[in-house]
């Protein structure tokens, strides 16, 4: 049985991203994030993980955005951006990511993410739907949303 469970920012984190496939890329590996909010063992920070034992298997950072950034929902509100969510290669197809992504729609508020390439389908399946770009608003990135109970895109 596998459980989600919030990431401690600490140096054996670090050393458990290094296994990810994707550790080297700017982009997902975390690590700048991870380093730059390193105080040892502090558990408010925005991973998420999933260990098999002592060996980290998924991972995923959630970060809380103030409604005052809130170009996406209406009513305006909080919400969290979904980023860098991965599963080790062994691991995949076990729904890891599913059970990542229900943890954090748990936490009731809408979820931003921005879908790679060849991913739309697991998003949509996790019942997030794709934001009509805009040039302005997205620059460049590929938006997807969750939206909780009487919640509702911006027109």
């Excluded at 925005?46 to 005052?68: E, N, Q, T």
């Excluded at 794709?130 to 949303?145: K, L």
Aim: charged residues 30%.
């Amino acid at each position: 049985m596998f459980n989600v469970e919030r990431l401690r920012i600490n140096f054996k984190t670090l050393e458990d991203f290094k296994h990810f496939r994707e550790y080297g890329l700017e982009e997902l590996s975390m690590l700048e994030d991870l380093q730059s909010n390193m105080i040892e063992n502090d558990c408010d920070s925005p991973f998420y993980g999933i260990y098999d034992a002592d060996v980290l298997v998924a991972r995923m950072s959630l970060y809380r955005i103030d409604r005052k950034y809130d170009r996406f929902f209406s009513p305006e509100q909080d919400y969290y951006e979904l980023m860098k969510l991965e599963v080790l290669a062994p691991y995949q197809k076990k729904d890891l990511g599913t059970l990542l992504v229900n943890h954090a729609k748990k936490l009731t508020l809408p979820i931003k993410t921005n879908a790679r390439l060849g991913s739309y389908e697991f998003w949509t399946k996790m019942d997030f739907i794709p934001v009509h770009y805009d040039a302005e608003r997205d620059r460049g990135e590929n938006p997807y949303v969750w939206l909780p109970k009487g919640t509702k895109l911006q027109e």
